[in-house]
């Protein structure tokens, strides 16, 4: 009997990097030697070549005005995609998004009459209300991606508080939890990363860094981030905000900081794609900042704590599940003074500082490998019920 093939359909893919780019990638990559032949199925981007040791598959797609650099996939449109679906033998797909790719996974399932799994990533409401100002249409869109969770076989999510954005956009049937990991391989000597990250950022020593790796959107609280920066500012010697990302609200925050007189205090670094340098700045950061109400199970949590950087998070957000306060990270109520109290009191604090780094280290730090393994083996037990 030939190996299972696991097909992997997703909206986003690199060179775009996101959070579900990451989660995809990493499954991909020890779905194919763990359990049989993977292929990420995806919109195409102009002037990428994939150099995967995964099969790629691209597909039509046009650019996104409201969401750059993103792409709007096609799949439907693309005859030359039909043919190649249809000649690979898929044992079970999975669809990480609920949109174009996430249709397109759900057409070959039921064509091949083998299971589909959807996990839900994102508060997808949240970005339709950005790009969309006719509340109903939101609402219409909002249904659509609730009726694809009920069409598909198995739903996950990456931790348990996601249901609650399940529930309240209409979703009520069954799910599974499967958590998110990391590449980063915890390590308990981060000078090296850390004097490399400085260097990268040109910042000194002595200056106290709060950090932010992410898309710059504003559905990620970022203004919320910024207006409670100015009394950091006032209160930590030296301290410097880090932001690295791309989106479209970093015009935004750029005038924001220059209205806020702390441009001399905030470094804005585009996407780095390089995991190695992107952990030297994790372990620069002295604290994580991460306000957003908008996210479901940020992999920068983890990865920011597999360097043993803490973050710190408004109570009562979903993304705020897996944190204890004071023990693997810190909690704050949602106010930007509350806010930046609490940095201010953390940054203060060193020695509380890297103890709870060090339990965040060891409480969030998961390695891809391991949630592939679950990954397989969840898989294979919903193919062995499948058969019978």
């Given at each position: 009997?030939?190996?299972?093939?696991?097909?992997?359909?997703?909206?986003?893919?690199?060179?775009?990097?996101?959070?579900?780019?990451?989660?995809?990638?990493?499954?991909?990559?020890?779905?194919?030697?763990?359990?049989?032949?993977?292929?990420?199925?995806?919109?195409?981007?102009?002037?990428?070549?994939?150099?995967?040791?995964?099969?790629?598959?691209?597909?039509?797609?046009?650019?996104?005005?409201?969401?750059?650099?993103?792409?709007?996939?096609?799949?439907?449109?693309?005859?030359?995609?039909?043919?190649?679906?249809?000649?690979?033998?898929?044992?079970?797909?999975?669809?990480?998004?609920?949109?174009?790719?996430?249709?397109?996974?759900?057409?070959?399932?039921?064509?091949?009459?083998?299971?589909?799994?959807?996990?839900?990533?994102?508060?997808?409401?949240?970005?339709?209300?950005?790009?969309?100002?006719?509340?109903?249409?939101?609402?219409?869109?909002?249904?659509?991606?609730?009726?694809?969770?009920?069409s598909v076989d198995q739903v996950w999510i990456p931790q348990e508080s996601v249901a609650e954005t399940l529930r309240d956009y209409g979703y009520h049937g069954p799910y599974e939890v499967v958590e998110n990991g990391t590449d980063f391989t915890p390590s308990a000597d981060t000078a090296r990363y850390r004097a490399r990250g400085g260097g990268y950022l040109g910042v000194p020593?002595?200056?106290?860094?709060?950090?932010?790796?992410?898309?710059?959107?504003?559905?990620?609280?970022?203004?919320?981030?910024?207006?409670?920066?100015?009394?950091?500012?006032?209160?930590?010697?030296?301290?410097?905000?880090?932001?690295?990302?791309?989106?479209?609200?970093?015009?935004?925050?750029?005038?924001?900081?220059?209205?806020?007189?702390?441009?001399?205090?905030?470094?804005?670094?585009?996407?780095?794609?390089?995991?190695?340098?992107?952990?030297?700045?994790?372990?620069?950061?002295?604290?994580?900042?991460?306000?957003?109400?908008?996210?479901?199970?940020?992999?920068?949590?983890?990865?920011?704590?597999?360097?043993?950087?803490?973050?710190?998070?408004?109570?009562?957000?979903?993304?705020?599940?897996?944190?204890?306060?004071?023990?693997?990270?810190?909690?704050?109520?949602?106010?930007?003074?509350?806010?930046?109290?609490?940095?201010?009191?953390?940054?203060?604090?060193?020695?509380?500082?890297?103890?709870?780094?060090?339990?965040?280290?060891?409480?969030?730090?998961?390695?891809?490998?391991?949630?592939?393994?679950?990954?397989?083996?969840?898989?294979?037990?919903?193919?062995?019920?499948?058969?019978?």
């Amino acid at each position: 009997m030939n190996p299972p093939s696991v097909g992997l359909f997703v909206d986003s893919f690199t060179p775009i990097m996101d959070g579900v780019t990451t989660t995809v990638r990493n499954c991909a990559y020890w779905l194919d030697r763990m359990m049989g032949p993977t292929c990420v199925v995806t919109p195409r981007v102009p002037g990428h070549a994939d150099n995967e040791s995964f099969n790629v598959i691209r597909f039509l797609s046009l650019p996104t005005l409201v969401r750059p650099p993103y792409r709007m996939g096609l799949p439907a449109l693309d005859f030359r995609l039909r043919a190649i679906l249809k000649s690979h033998d898929f044992s079970i797909v999975h669809a990480h998004s609920p949109f174009g790719a996430g249709h397109a996974a759900l057409a070959v399932g039921r064509a091949k009459g083998v299971p589909v799994i959807a996990t839900f990533h994102s508060k997808f409401r949240e970005n339709l209300r950005q790009a969309i100002p006719i509340q109903r249409i939101v609402q219409d869109q909002v249904k659509r991606i609730v009726d694809f969770l009920y069409s598909v076989d198995q739903v996950w999510i990456p931790q348990e508080s996601v249901a609650e954005t399940l529930r309240d956009y209409g979703y009520h049937g069954p799910y599974e939890v499967v958590e998110n990991g990391t590449d980063f391989t915890p390590s308990a000597d981060t000078a090296r990363y850390r004097a490399r990250g400085g260097g990268y950022l040109g910042v000194p020593e002595e200056a106290r860094v709060g950090l932010f790796v992410g898309q710059l959107v504003l559905e990620k609280n970022l203004e919320f981030l910024f207006a409670s920066l100015p009394r950091v500012i006032a209160q930590v010697p030296h301290f410097r905000m880090v932001l690295v990302g791309e989106g479209y609200a970093k015009r935004r925050l750029q005038a924001l900081s220059r209205e806020l007189g702390m441009q001399d205090r905030v470094i804005l670094r585009d996407a780095i794609l390089d995991r190695e340098l992107l952990k030297a700045i994790y372990a620069r950061g002295d604290l994580f900042l991460f306000p957003s109400l908008y996210d479901n199970a940020p992999l920068v949590i983890r990865e920011a704590a597999a360097l043993r950087t803490p973050a710190v998070l408004v109570r009562g957000a979903t993304a705020a599940e897996v944190i204890r306060d004071n023990h693997n990270g810190f909690l704050s109520d949602a106010c930007p003074d509350a806010f930046a109290g609490r940095v201010v009191e953390v940054m203060r604090d060193n020695e509380l500082r890297k103890r709870v780094g060090c339990r965040a280290q060891g409480t969030l730090c998961r390695s891809w490998e391991s949630i592939a393994t679950e990954i397989r083996d969840r898989y294979r037990t919903i193919l062995s019920r499948w058969r019978r």
